[in-house]
């Protein structure tokens, strides 16, 4: 098995202290004791915490691309109800939350690019969402009264409050009870 380079290193331990402690959380102090390393050596791969970010909001994207590969082959609802899934699986590793809401926080200090980079990964993962609702809606699973793009919307703002929920009473099954009652509310009833 490769080793992890030092630029991985730096970059999986400055997602996770982002993920724990938000952007004005840490610093590359933090970051280099962590990993063992001398502080001057992250300015190597990372000349600033901007790049560092952007790094990370890459990898986070990158990483949301191939998650979709891997469950494409389930059914629209059970990939909406993986998406809480990936959030719990956060939160069950020390109250950690999404990268993108991590960021939220501080956005007025953040820098234009890493807020314009925030709004693209958001817009991803709302197209990805809508045309899961729409390819729902097309076989009959989920609800069709409802615009996608508006269930996309309530399904993003449920996953994002739930996180902080889950934070701040420290229990991640708020997320999955939350993923289960979207499920709920998005199905289609039969009944209907």
Not at 67 to 76: A, K, Y
Not at 131 to 145: E, F, L, M, V, Y
Request: overall charge positive; some cysteine.
């Amino acid at each position: 098995m490769k080793a992890h380079s030092t630029k991985d290193k730096i970059l999986k331990e400055g997602r996770s202290l982002l993920q724990r402690h938000g952007y004005n959380g840490f610093s590359f102090q933090d970051i280099a004791n962590a990993i063992n390393i001398k502080k001057p050596s992250l300015y190597d791969h990372y000349k600033t915490k901007e790049d560092l970010i952007l790094a990370i909001l890459h990898y986070y994207s990158k990483s949301f691309d191939e998650w979709t590969c891997e469950v494409m082959h389930l059914n629209p609802l059970e990939q909406i109800r993986k998406v809480f899934d990936i959030f719990y699986s956060f939160s069950c590793d020390k109250r950690k939350v999404c990268p993108v809401l991590a960021l939220t926080a501080d956005t007025q200090i953040l820098t234009p690019h890493i807020q314009t980079e925030m709004k693209l990964f958001i817009s991803k993962w709302m197209t990805w969402l809508e045309s899961q609702i729409a390819a729902g809606q097309k076989i009959k699973t989920i609800r069709t009264d409802i615009k996608p793009k508006i269930l996309a919307s309530l399904i993003y703002n449920q996953v994002m409050g739930s996180q902080f929920q889950a934070r701040i009473l420290n229990d991640p099954n708020v997320i999955t009870k939350s993923g289960d009652s979207m499920i709920t509310f998005i199905q289609l009833s039969f009944n209907d």
